[in-house]
């Protein structure tokens, strides 16, 4: 539990899935979501989650449309923000298209690590073999990138221990608490309560409801002492009916989180949170005084 008062925001800001036709605001190119990510961390976003999308909108993972989206971020001279990639962009894709991007490029500093298989609703199983995951962790730990072990349904808690005791994931681990998920666990105040109870004691924590179930989540990590996800990977809609943007989800992420008597965690507190060594000179930002 996050006995502090700091409180992480991550914007997960399009996924690999949802349609621009949705909702017109989710970013699709390297310019639209490195555009994106700025204003979540203008808006308080520590750190951002990206997924990308080929020419044709559908989610992939070639190596080549991160770097330019991580190299068009960091262009933002100002800005400090977490980037965290995710390994599960394109279900074409094969294992070793899931891992080029993280064996291979400079700036990334988290990455998904979805810790089990299940039944993905309706669509096909969500596949993470051991021998992937045993791989992929060995890859995040060598190269220094922060696993975000991504858990859909109890069960995974124990594969994520595993690597642990095997010595490819290494301690802290930080979870992601993914809830909702047609075919995963139930997004509940019960579920992440017990989610919540399961995890070492230094263990960090954050935590997402899918759809109309992003609010009730976001409060009850709150309440629990853990961090927040919020963004349109997750949740289209502002309010009933009412599109969202990406920034005005973390706005109002941050609006709660101060509401509640915490403070928006800066990514300098979130790396130090997270264990994370500090932003390198190399990368060009600079946070600037008050943000």
Same mark, same amino acid.
């Given at each position: ?65 991160? %770097? ?9 001279? %100002? ?34 690590? %979805? ?118 990977? %997750? ?57």
């Amino acid at each position: 539990m996050n006995t502090g008062n700091d409180v992480i925001i991550s914007a997960a800001l399009t996924g690999a899935v949802t349609p621009k036709d949705i909702n017109e605001h989710i970013p699709l190119t390297p310019q639209e979501i490195a555009a994106d990510a700025y204003r979540c961390w203008q808006q308080g976003a520590a750190v951002v989650h990206l997924h990308m999308r080929d020419k044709q909108g559908l989610g992939t993972m070639d190596r080549a449309r991160f %770097d330019e989206t991580i190299r068009l971020l960091r262009d933002y001279q %100002d800005c400090d923000v977490i980037i965290n990639c995710t390994t599960s962009g394109d279900s074409r894709a094969s294992d070793e298209d899931r891992m080029a991007h993280v064996s291979a490029l400079d700036g990334i500093e988290m990455a998904s690590w %979805d810790a089990g298989s299940f039944n993905w609703m309706p669509g096909g199983v969500f596949i993470n073999s051991p021998q992937f995951l045993g791989r992929l962790a060995e890859i995040l730990t060598a190269r220094g990138i922060k696993p975000e072990v991504e858990i859909f349904d109890s069960g995974m808690l124990g594969v994520a221990s595993y690597f642990v005791e095997q010595g490819k994931l290494r301690a802290p681990l930080h979870y992601q608490f993914c809830l909702g998920v047609p075919g995963g666990m139930p997004a509940t105040v019960e579920n992440l309560l017990y989610l919540s109870q399961q995890i070492p004691a230094n263990a960090t924590w954050s935590a997402f409801g899918i759809g109309k179930h992003h609010l009730p989540m976001l409060y009850t990590a709150l309440a629990l002492g853990g961090h927040i996800r919020v963004g349109l990977e %997750d949740n289209v809609y502002f309010s009933k009916g009412v599109k969202a943007t990406n920034a005005q989800l973390v706005e109002r992420a941050a609006q709660a989180i101060r509401l509640f008597g915490k403070q928006v965690a800066t990514p300098a507190v979130a790396r130090n949170i997270l264990g994370l060594p500090p932003l390198p000179v190399s990368h060009k930002a600079r946070a600037y005084a008050g943000h």
